[in-house]
């Protein structure tokens, strides 16, 4: 039965373990989706995880597709990054000081990412995207930032402007205890829409000091533009002296080892990272143009900085992630897991009469239930994916949940899929589906 109140995850003990963590937690969660406020009931507590799945706390086994949100490509616990990880832990856990194994993931990143010449670590995604767009602002010496609606960026004041991920869930546009002030150097416009962009520049051009953009979206389920809207972008950005960011932090190494920039033929002036890098401990990084990155301190005036930036254990994660990311072979075998998982279960969901599209990008893909309006296109934009049935995921979530299948618990957010996951993994999943499928189509 996959009625809300009636699954196995509100079990007593999950529901004996969130009023627990009410006490003394707000909401009971440390970041807001992990409040199941999208899909109703009760949060999974989680204990441990291997590979393709993790384990609540009384032992049941979920194939997760959430992937702590973008991080575990190679599955949880991967026995090269533990080891690296327990030998750096060996080694003291933060010196304040450099390291070689900055040196190692800064000239990887570069060799890989060639739009990027220099980088600077930090401790999220948050810290970079918002240094990213302080340096754009001090190496412009212009105030505007441009954003598009339904994207994510971390929860940094200038940022949280029609944004997406848990903003969307909550119902707010944007945060309260944003000053107006703040607010309105924002200026926010329709995701893959090349003449939103063109207008944008024509009204505002040189004041603008960056565009920031998630080049594949996976805050507002996932969108892959069209190869227009990044030309436009790209081509407006040089033109105005407007500095161009792609915020990788979702798609960088996730959707391909050059990452989402590759995937269109568009060079950024900046980038930022995060998840992936850091194999799952705190971590994200901004980077870009030598000329540009020069002017950040210690070369330069515009200030940034981290007690943990850089940290020995995440640098060390983030090595042994690259030793097994650059393996021959390793995204296209990712990607035909994706392919196999989407194509089923769009299959699967026609077989059942259910209106149900997928995205898909390297090791990431995104569901929609879409009614008639989308019978023949995907939606394109925030306002489309805003149209698509979010009551409808939600029973989808919670009969999968119960049939152990752990998805994003949010209709707004994208999937992940990790090398770990095996052949009997994706076809469990999609006997899950058909029989959620059928029981919503009863
Ligand atoms: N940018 C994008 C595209 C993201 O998806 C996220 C987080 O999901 C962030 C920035 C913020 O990163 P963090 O949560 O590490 O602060």
């Not at 329709?190 to 000091?209: L, S, T, V």
């Not at 920039?261 to 060079?267: N, V, Y």
Request: net charge negative; proline share 4%.
């Amino acid at each position: 039965n996959s009625n809300n109140s009636n699954n196995s995850n509100n079990s007593t003990t999950n529901q004996l373990l969130f009023k627990q963590a009410k006490a003394h937690i707000p909401g009971g969660v440390n970041s807001p989706v992990r409040a199941f406020a999208g899909v109703g009931g009760t949060p999974v507590f989680i204990s441990r995880a291997r590979g393709s799945k993790m384990y609540d706390t009384e032992g049941k086994p979920y194939i997760d597709y959430v992937g702590s949100w973008g991080p575990m490509i190679l599955g949880h616990a991967h026995p090269h990054i533990i080891e690296a990880v327990k030998n750096a832990a060996d080694d003291g856990l933060s010196f304040g000081a450099p390291t070689t194994f900055e040196t190692t993931v800064a000239d990887k990143i570069c060799e890989l990412i060639p739009s990027v010449e220099l980088i600077r670590m930090t401790s999220s995604g948050t810290e970079a995207t918002m240094s990213a767009i302080r340096l754009a602002r001090g190496y412009t010496g212009r105030d505007k930032i441009v954003k598009f609606e339904g994207c994510y960026h971390g929860h940094s004041d200038s940022l949280l402007v029609k944004a997406g991920s848990g903003m969307l869930d909550i119902g707010e546009p944007s945060s309260k205890g944003v000053p107006a002030d703040f607010a309105k150097h924002t200026i926010t416009i329709r995701y893959n829409d090349p003449q939103a962009i063109k207008d944008c520049f024509a009204q505002f051009g040189n004041d603008i000091a960056c565009v920031i953009v998630e080049p594949i979206a996976g805050n507002m389920n996932m969108i892959v533009p069209t190869q227009e809207f990044h030309d436009t972008l790209r081509a407006e950005c040089t033109a105005h002296g407007a500095v161009l960011i792609f915020d990788e932090v979702m798609t960088g190494f996730r959707v391909g080892l050059q990452s989402a920039q590759a995937h269109f033929g568009i060079t950024p002036d900046l980038t930022t990272f995060g998840k992936i890098i850091g194999a799952g401990l705190p971590v994200g990084a901004f980077g870009g143009k030598r000329e540009i990155m020069e002017c950040i301190a210690p070369l330069g005036g515009v200030y940034q900085a981290g007690t943990l930036s850089g940290n020995p254990l995440a640098m060390r994660a983030g090595i042994a992630m690259f030793d097994l990311l650059t393996a021959e072979g390793f995204y296209d075998a990712l990607s035909e897991k994706v392919v196999y998982l989407t194509d089923n279960l769009e299959q699967l969901a026609k077989d059942a009469g259910i209106g149900f599209k997928t995205t898909r990008c390297g090791g990431m893909f995104g569901m929609f239930f879409t009614d008639g309006a989308f019978d023949n296109q995907l939606p394109q934009n925030f306002e489309e994916v805003c149209q698509c049935d979010a009551q409808k995921f939600a029973i989808f979530f919670h009969g999968m949940l119960d049939r152990g299948v752990y998805l994003a618990p949010s209709a707004f957010e994208a999937a992940f899929i990790s090398s770990e996951h095996s052949q009997e993994d994706l076809d469990a999943t999609l006997q899950a589906a058909k029989e959620v499928f059928s029981e919503m189509a009863k």
